[in-house]
T-cell receptor, first 114, second 112 residues
Framework: DSGVTQTPKHLITATGQRVTLRCSPRSGDLSVYWYQQSLDQGLQFLIQYYNGEERAKGNILERFSAQQFPDLHSELNLSSLELGDSALYFC?????????????FGPGTRLTVL | GNSVTQMEGPVTLSEEAFLTINCTYTATGYPSLFWYVQYPGEGLQLLLKATKADDKGSNKGFEATYRKETTSFHLEKGSVQVSDSAVYFCALTPNTGNQFYFGTGTSLTVIP
């Protein structure tokens, strides 16, 4: 158990819909990262937040957005969903800002878009 | 640009066999390199890392050496166990702004 929790575990929805994925980091960790893992694209870094502020953006689509709240939990919002958005979405957390800080991954949310 | 290439799987080995999973990278600047492991149904776990050339990362019997001259970070283990069955990901961060790049993953199955 990494100490990072993600809800829900599974999510099934239809094209065009909007969903919110939630992540609670390990106690004391200030950074949260979001990743998408799919069969065709592999594991892609989406976005990082540190202490409520966006710090880095990877391959995140404009239809996707994220935020980190004062209690440090984070939400990833996916809108206008397409079939290709079906994937496993991981959240990870780390203590600080350094790129070499160990990231602890949650168990993931499996999103299926029908 | 930045990218990671790792050997295609799946890899199947007998218990106690020697393991090598190749990883090469392209990066701007001076990247840090990582190996992550993903057990079935779980998230990724950091296995080892190296932050500068010639560093050797090691953990749980696994080792990898950061070779700048060959832009490689191959993962090795002298004697694999059934419990090592998992998917292994090579990754890098270019250390120029919190970006992270992963290889496609190599599935390892160890049979008794």
């Amino acid at each position: 158990d990494s100490g990072v929790t993600q809800t829900p575990k599974h999510l099934i929805t239809a094209t065009g819909q909007r969903v919110t994925l939630r992540c609670s980091p390990r106690s004391g960790d200030l950074s949260v990262y979001w990743y998408q893992q799919s069969l065709d694209q592999g594991l892609q870094f989406l976005i990082q937040y540190y202490n409520g502020e966006e710090r880095a953006k990877g391959n995140i689509l404009e239809r996707f957005s994220a935020q980190q709240f004062p209690d440090l939990h984070s939400e990833l919002n996916l809108s206008s969903l397409e079939l290709g958005d079906s994937a496993l979405y991981f959240c990870a957390s780390s203590q600080g800002l350094a790129e070499t800080d160990t990231q602890y991954f949650g168990p993931g949310t499996r999103l299926t878009v029908l | 640009g930045n990218s990671v290439t790792q050997m295609e799987g799946p890899v199947t080995l007998s218990e106690e066999a020697f393991l090598t999973i190749n990883c090469t990278y392209t990066a701007t600047g001076y990247p840090s390199l990582f190996w992550y492991v993903q057990y079935p149904g779980e998230g990724l776990q950091l296995l080892l890392k190296a932050t500068k050339a010639d560093d050797k990362g090691s953990n749980k019997g696994f080792e990898a050496t950061y070779r700048k001259e060959t832009t490689s970070f191959h993962l090795e283990k002298g004697s694999v166990q059934v419990s090592d069955s998992a998917v292994y990901f090579c990754a890098l961060t270019p250390n120029t702004g919190n970006q992270f790049y992963f290889g496609t993953g190599t599935s390892l199955t160890v049979i008794p």
